[in-house]
């Protein structure tokens, strides 16, 4: 699975239309986020650092909510937008879901010990549950 960084406003005109998940790597304007919406309608999770999810308005909280877009913090560690414009989550995080949900572990225990130990928000991998890993 991977995640769509954008560094800057100009990027979102120029994304794929059908990226699933992005996240914003600047504090974005209520514009940048129609845009983002419009520019990729395919998009199901939109990702902000900790520090600027305080300062989305409620008004685009709830356009997300109506187009069915998540919105979730968190911030893709150690990742170098000059080498790849893609965070890719490491296949040994997926196996360790799929081993926690085989053993039957909680969805709440999963999340908890798979984000402390990956360093993703447990928002993150409450996704990646529902859409990467059937069991």
Known sequence: MRIRVVSSREEIFTLNPNERIVHLAFRPS????????????????????????????????????????????????????????YYAIPSSVMEKIQGMKIEGKATEEIEKRVSRESKLNPGMVAYIMTKEIPV
């Open 30 to 85: 209520n514009k940048d986020i129609f845009g983002l919406v419009e520019t990729c309608p395919k998009i199901e999770v939109l990702q902000l650092p900790k520090s600027y999810m305080n300062t989305v308005s409620k008004s685009i909280e709830m356009f997300l909510q109506m187009q069915r877009v998540q919105l979730l913090e968190g911030d893709v560690w150690g990742h170098r937008k000059d080498i790849c414009e």
